[in-house]
């Protein structure tokens, strides 16, 4: 039963599926475009006798100099968007005191008010890592099953993985999150824990 | 009645504090107040409960501030302050008002606008402060 107060992505999902597609299409693209950028000014200065970097090109220089892959950005977005929600998702609830509480919550009620149901598993090896098992994962559920499309379908974890860690975060856990698929739609979820000692 | 109200991270400056009207000398004693309070929030965060509560019949300039406190689960600790000297306010209605400010806090967080760790400007949150003032 997701909490009350906070509705179920079920309801909204359709138009987040559509949302969630086009931002990883627009991050993709972004990033093509700027590689061929940087290689067409690579080109151009190296050709060029004069090999300073003009003040106008400084702008232009700084825009695809920094480097970062899709992946990365989509997963800082969802860092963002995972620290709120699990603020307004924990609002009602007792006191969570140990790590064991905050994963048993994030796996149940924090996974199904974002991701609409309940992980089906979830392991631990007592040395801060766990693994999160969702039989089927709502980004990449409408794909084909078994093993097709691995690859393609590794973008699509990247903004729920940074919900988790951002979740995560605001609970006072600093972690990193991997999701691995084998065959579609289980994914995994590796959780690395930093532990302060 | 209602002093004032803080919101506090661990290891950040701090993100809201909202009193009522009034001189700054007073202003001063009130952040004061509320920073030495701190203390026994983490002395009381060993012991688990749910809702968290401190009295600190500190004196201060003649004056008598008590002091309330809520951690939340995400490690954001709420503070008011209430005159003690007219103790118009009860713990249930202190409890309601840490609902409301769980409440603003979390739409705060929300907005897509707002860089976590910098200040919190909300007015929702100020309109419970100057409503409770009459």
Redesign the interface.
Known sequence: MPPPSVPSLLGTEFPFNFLHAEIIKYYIEKHEANKAKRAEFLESTRLSEDSQILESDRNVYNHFALRGNPETRIEALGY?VG??????V??D?????TELEKMKFICKDFWMAAFGKQVDNLRTNHQNIYVVQDNKFFTVASLAEGTQYLKEAAIYLAFPAGVVRGALA???IKSVVQPTIETLPVVKFNVHLHKSV | MLLCISILAADQPPLYFRCIPCDASRENDLRLFVYSSLDVFDEKATSSRPDQELFLGSLFLNNKFKSYGYLTNTQIKFLAVIDATNPTLKEQDLRALFKKVHQGYSAAICNPFYELGTPIQSRALNALVDNRVD
């Open positions: 963002r620290y709120a929600l699990v603020e307004k924990a609002r609830i007792p006191r969570l005191s605001n609970l006072g």
